[in-house]
């Protein structure tokens, strides 16, 4: 009895854990299969390296390279950006931060990962935009305007992950540098530190994920042009916006388009990741 | 002894953690370059002690100290006692070894580092000079530039102990410091403590009462808080004063 009831619940938790790989599988199938044959027809090089997009043309070109371009921009603005303020934050957080203020920022850098994109998207609108367009240039939709608001977007992900790390050095490494008669603040810089380095790190790279991954909040304040930008005030286009931008239209071939788009996305994410890899990996070696 | 005054001297020191009074007004003096036993049952009070010869207990928030630990006449809980200063004079060796996740290199170049030292030829003889002093210069000479986690426990001790020494501390505080390592490490570390004690005051806890008996000069007994004997370790050994000393070194309890 106890043997068949065992044997049940070991075949629930290899269903639950399937359900996962499943799902991941399908969405693969369906970019890849509605996707590739689109890239396979049209030129692996004239897509990718193709410098126009107009799909509404008589003779439509599929070129992604400025949204390729556009995506790689405001991921890098946005670590720019996000990267330093959110790992001083965590630093902050887990070796200097008083607890009666712990209580209020934990939370609050907790809620900002709760918030939904388009929230984000219409403050940046708001705020962002006039703000730049009044005091630095431009109409306000840009590359600069779009790096800032994912700056703050990902300091969640870099934030939370980072004070983990942090945290989990041991408290020996820490006795061990003030034994030597180092201050807190030498002893969190210069060990605590570098010895959360990987953690650190991981916490960058999903913040990156996060960040060539936005759709809505970019959508409202990037200018969507799809044009390779020339300075931070000029508009941009990434991969994701161009795909939500169109996708409401779109049939036939262009349709396709947007969806090998998609799979070019899947790329950029699969080459994070295996970064991601690559140096966990190595650091467990 | 009675004629040189202590290098460290200790009075009617009590502390707290939070309403747990873990010593009741402790008085010991250290001499110097000798080196300084403390034996005792576990939770006896003595790895505390040693923590606060370099305000290392200050770390423990709830931790509250009154009494008196001078350093060469100099009360070390002052208000004029700079803290990071202290911990440059009296350098400590832990229980498990905690050397950095950096190379052994600049494990040991961490606390000259720390100290103003920049001069990369300086640093140098630092590091030589110390992993000499700590045995271990033979063993790690040839990858200096290696993790220094990658190396034995026993190795990763003596990198602690020449890392401690590496800041020339006037004295040196060992919390257990073989007591996570094996035999012939222990050995290791027990020869070198005894050539140590011709430059520097060391002050050793140790569960091990053979390695009581066989490094220190003079050694003092801890039960519940209190010193209950301190003396020449010879005499301690052979022929205590205290009943519980006896009982305590004999096998009786603890």
Redesign the interface.
């Known amino acids: 009895m106890k043997n068949t009831k065992e044997a049940a619940m070991k075949g629930v938790f290899f269903l639950s854990a399937c359900f996962s790989i499943i799902a991941l599988l399908l969405i693969i199938l369906f970019i890849f299969a509605n996707g590739v044959p689109f890239i396979a027809e049209y030129g692996f090089f004239d897509f990718i390296f193709g410098m126009d997009w107009a799909p509404t043309n008589n003779v439509p070109l599929y070129g992604i390279f400025p949204m390729i371009i556009g995506s790689i921009y405001v991921t890098l603005g946005a670590a720019i950006v996000g990267v330093p303020i959110g790992i001083l934050t965590a630093v902050f957080m887990a070796e200097f931060c008083p607890p009666i203020l712990y209580k209020v920022l934990k939370p609050a850098t907790n809620l900002m990962a709760a918030i939904p994109s388009i929230v984000y998207g219409f403050f940046a609108l708001r705020v962002f935009t006039p703000f730049i367009r009044e005091n630095i240039g431009g109409n306000g939709y840009s590359v600069l305007t779009a790096s800032v608001l994912l700056g703050i977007m990902i300091l969640p992900t870099v934030i939370g992950l980072s004070e983990s790390a942090l945290r989990a050095i041991p408290k020996t490494y820490y006795t061990g540098s003030v034994a030597l008669g180092a201050t807190h603040e030498r002893s969190v810089f210069r060990v605590l530190l570098p010895a959360a380095k990987s953690g650190i790190f991981s916490s960058v790279i999903l913040g990156i994920g996060r960040a060539i991954g936005e759709t809505m909040a970019v959508v409202l304040i990037a200018g969507n042009q799809a044009i390779i930008p020339d300075n931070l005030l000029s508009g941009v286009r990434t991969l994701t916006t161009n795909i939500v931008i169109e996708m409401a239209y779109a049939t036939g071939q262009h349709r396709e388009a947007l969806i090998a788009t998609a799979v070019v996305l899947f790329g950029f994410i699969l080459l994070i990741n295996s970064i991601f890899l690559y140096f966990k990996n190595k650091e467990a070696s | 002894m009675a004629t040189q005054s202590p290098k460290m001297n200790i009075k009617d020191l009590k502390l707290w953690y939070g309403d747990f009074q873990a010593l009741h007004g402790l008085d010991l003096e250290i001499p110097e370059k000798q080196i300084t036993a403390f034996i005792g049952p576990s939770g006896c009070g003595k790895s505390t002690f040693i923590k606060s010869l ?1 305000r ?1 207990n200050d ?1 423990i928030e709830t931790c509250r100290i009154e009494g008196t630990i001078e350093l060469d006449g100099k009360n070390i809980y002052s208000n004029k006692m700079d803290v ?5 004079r009296v ?2 060796v ?1 229980q ?1 070894p ?5 190379s052994i290199y600049d494990n040991i170049a ?2 000259p580092r ?2 103003g030292i920049k001069d990369k030829k300086t640093l140098d003889e630092i590091v030589e000079r110390s992993l000499k002093q700590a045995a271990i210069w033979d063993e790690v000479k040839d990858h200096l530039d290696r993790n220094a986690l990658s190396i034995s426990g026993g190795q990763q001790q003596r990198i ?1 102990i020449a ?2 020494l590496a ?1 020339e501390p006037e004295v040196l505080l060992m919390d257990e410091p073989t007591s996570a390592l094996d035999p012939i490490s222990t050995a290791k570390i027990e020869e070198l403590v005894s050539d140590l004690k011709n430059e520097y005051t060391i002050v050793m806890v140790t569960h091990n009462m053979q390695q009581a008996s066989r490094v220190s000069d003079k050694t003092a007994f801890f039960l519940n808080g209190h010193i209950i004997e301190t003396g020449d370790t010879r005499k301690i050994f052979t022929n205590p004063d205290q009943e519980e000393t006896e009982n305590y070194i004999s096998g009786r309890f603890g």
């Not at chain 2, 990071?84 to 440059?88: D, E, G, V, Y």
């Open positions: 370099n290392m770390l990071n200063k202290l911990r440059k350098g400590m832990f498990q905690n050397p950095f996740p950096k961490y606390g720390t100290h602690c890392r401690a800041v």
